[in-house]
C-alpha cells in the first residue's frame, strides 16, 4: 500500500507539472495576442521555463539526496501554488516570465526527486523501464489536459482579453492538493550512499559523470530529442492558428491530439519494450517520424478561417502533423531508462541533473530557433527542420548502443 501511495505521489506531481510545463505553446499564442509581443519574445518563455530548469538542476541535483526528495518537492510545489495565485492579479507578460522561472526551478527539483524514486522502487531494469513509461505517459496525460483546460478559460469572442490568467486560480490549488498527497506519502529517506560524500563532491562527481563517452553520447540524443518535441509542441497551437487558419480555442485544442499521441506512444512502448530490443524499436521510431512530417506539412495551406467554426472544419494537416507525437514518444524515456540503469542507484540523482539540464538546454534552442524561424520563413519551413535533428539522433543511438555494449562487456569481464 506504501508503494502505491508512493506512486501516485510522483505520477500526480507529473501529472500537474504536466499542464504547467507545457501551456507554454498556448501562453506564447495567448500573449502574442493579449500583451502584444512578437514571436521571438514570446519565445523567450520557454528560455525562462528551460533554463531555469537547467540552471537549478546544475547547481543542486548533487544536493537533493542530502535534504531529502520529499523536501525537495514539497518546497518546488510550495513554491509554484504561489506564483500560480499572484499571476491573475498581476495580468502582465512579466509576470508569466516570472511563472515559468519558478515552475521550470520547481520542476528541476521535482524531476530529480521523482527518478531517484524510481530507481528505489524499482529492482530490474524491465521494472524501471516499466515505472518510467507510466509515470511518462501520466504526464503526457496531463499535457493533454492542459489544452482543454486553457482553452475552457478563453473568451472565444475577445482573444485579447485577459481573462484566460483565471486558469492559474484552478492550477494553484490543484498544486496546494498536489502538495498535501506528497506530504503524506512514505518517501524513503536517501540511503547513507548518497549523501556520505561531501556536499562539494557529490558536485564533482555529478560533473565527473559528463566526461564519460556513453554519458556524452546520450546528452547530445536528449538534447535532440527534446529540440524536436518542444520546437512542435511549443509551436503547434501558432502552426494551427497561423499557418492553417483555425480560430484560437480550435488551434489550443486540436493541439491536444499531439498529447493523445505522445501518452499512447509510452503507454504502448510499456508493453512493446518487454518484447523487443529498444535499439531497432526506437530507430523505426524516428523514420516513422520522418515520414509523417513529409507526408503532413505538405497539405498545409492557409485557408479561410471564416469557414472554420469546430474541429469538423479543419484541414486534414491539423490532424496529421500532432501524430508525429505517437512516434516521438517512447523514445525519451526509453534511452533515459537504458542510461539510468547502466548505472548504479547512487548515481541517479546526479545523471538525473545533466538529464534535466540537457533536455531543458534543448527545448529552449527547438522553441528559439523555431520561433525564429517561423517569424521569418513561415511555420511550415520551421517544422521541416525537425528533420535535421531527426537524422542526427539516428546517428548518435547508433552510437549509444555501441557504448552501452562495451560497458556491458567490461562488466562482464570484471564479474568472471
Known amino acids: 500500500m506504501s508503494r502505491l501511495t508512493i506512486i501516485a505521489a510522483i505520477a500526480v506531481s507529473y501529472y500537474v507539472f504536466a499542464i504547467l510545463l507545457n501551456s507554454v505553446g498556448t501562453v506564447i499564442l495567448q500573449s502574442i495576442t493579449s500583451f502584444d509581443v512578437s514571436k521571438p519574445q514570446a519565445s523567450t518563455l520557454e528560455g525562462f521555463k528551460d533554463?531555469?530548469?537547467?540552471?537549478?538542476?546544475?547547481?543542486?541535483?548533487?544536493?537533493?539526496?542530502?535534504?531529502?526528495?520529499?523536501?525537495?518537492?514539497?518546497?518546488?510545489?510550495?513554491?509554484?501554488?504561489?506564483?500560480?495565485?499572484?499571476?491573475?492579479?498581476?495580468?502582465?507578460?512579466?509576470?508569466?516570465?516570472?511563472l515559468f522561472a519558478s515552475i521550470g526551478t520547481a520542476f528541476a527539483l521535482v524531476k530529480v526527486s521523482v527518478y531517484a524514486i524510481i530507481g528505489q522502487l524499482s529492482s530490474t531494469t524491465k521494472a524501471h523501464s516499466s515505472l518510467m513509461n507510466t509515470i511518462e505517459g501520466i504526464f503526457m496525460l496531463g499535457v493533454l489536459s492542459g489544452y482543454w483546460i486553457f482553452s475552457a478559460f478563453i473568451d472565444p469572442n475577445d482573444a485579447s482579453?485577459?481573462?484566460?490568467?483565471?486558469?492559474?486560480y484552478l492550477l494553484g490549488a490543484m498544486v496546494l492538493v498536489t502538495l498535501v498527497l506528497v506530504?503524506?506519502?512514505?518517501?524513503?529517506?536517501?540511503?547513507?550512499?548518497?549523501?556520505?560524500?561531501p556536499a562539494s563532491r557529490a558536485f564533482l562527481d555529478m560533473l565527473k559523470l559528463a566526461y564519460q563517452p556513453l554519458v556524452l553520447i546520450f546528452v547530445v540524443s536528449i538534447f535532440l530529442y527534446v529540440l524536436i518535441e518542444q520546437?512542435?509542441?511549443?509551436?503547434?497551437?501558432?502552426?494551427?492558428?497561423?499557418?492553417?487558419?483555425?480560430?484560437?480555442?480550435?488551434?489550443i485544442q486540436i493541439t491536444s491530439i499531439f498529447a493523445?499521441?505522445?501518452?499512447?506512444?509510452?503507454?504502448?512502448?510499456?508493453?512493446?519494450?518487454?518484447?523487443?530490443?529498444?535499439?531497432?524499436?526506437?530507430?523505426?521510431?524516428?523514420?516513422?517520424?520522418?515520414?509523417?512530417?513529409?507526408?503532413?506539412?505538405?497539405?498545409?495551406?492557409?485557408?479561410?478561417?471564416?469557414?472554420?467554426?469546430n474541429w469538423t472544419d479543419a484541414p486534414l494537416a491539423a490532424f496529421l502533423v500532432p501524430l508525429i507525437g505517437l512516434m516521438m514518444a517512447p523514445i525519451y524515456p526509453v534511452i533515459n531508462s537504458v542510461m539510468l540503469s547502466a548505472l548504479p542507484k547512487g548515481q541517479h540523482a546526479p545523471m538525473t541533473g545533466l538529464i534535466v539540464v540537457f533536455s531543458a538546454l534543448g527545448g529552449t534552442t527547438g522553441s528559439i530557433i523555431t520561433g525564429y524561424v517561423f517569424d521569418a520563413m513561415g511555420g511550415q519551413q520551421a517544422f521541416y527542420l525537425?528533420?535535421?535533428?531527426?537524422?542526427?539522433?539516428?546517428v548518435s543511438l547508433f552510437f549509444f548502443r555501441r557504448a552501452c555494449g562495451a560497458l556491458s562487456a567490461t562488466s562482464a569481464h570484471k564479474v568472471s
Open 260 to 309: 493523445v499521441a505522445l501518452a499512447v506512444g509510452r503507454l504502448l512502448a510499456g508493453v512493446i519494450l518487454a518484447r523487443v530490443n529498444w535499439y531497432p524499436f526506437l530507430n523505426v521510431c524516428l523514420l516513422g517520424m520522418a515520414v509523417i512530417m513529409l507526408l503532413s506539412l505538405p497539405l498545409a495551406e492557409k485557408v479561410d478561417e471564416t469557414q472554420i467554426i
Open 51 to 98: 533554463l531555469s530548469i537547467a540552471i537549478v538542476s546544475f547547481a543542486v541535483a548533487s544536493y537533493i539526496p542530502r535534504v531529502g526528495y520529499k523536501i525537495a518537492m514539497l518546497c518546488g510545489l510550495a513554491l509554484v501554488a504561489l506564483l500560480c495565485a499572484v499571476t491573475p492579479t498581476v495580468g502582465s507578460f512579466w509576470i508569466i516570465k516570472l
Open 161 to 168: 482579453s485577459l481573462s484566460w490568467l483565471n486558469v492559474y
Open 231 to 251: 520546437g512542435i509542441g511549443s509551436w503547434l497551437p501558432t502552426f494551427n492558428r497561423e499557418v492553417l487558419g483555425l480560430p484560437v480555442s480550435v488551434s
Open 183 to 197: 506530504l503524506f506519502a512514505p518517501i524513503d529517506k536517501p540511503s547513507p550512499g548518497d549523501t556520505e560524500l
Open 386 to 394: 525537425s528533420l535535421i535533428p531527426i537524422a542526427a539522433i539516428l
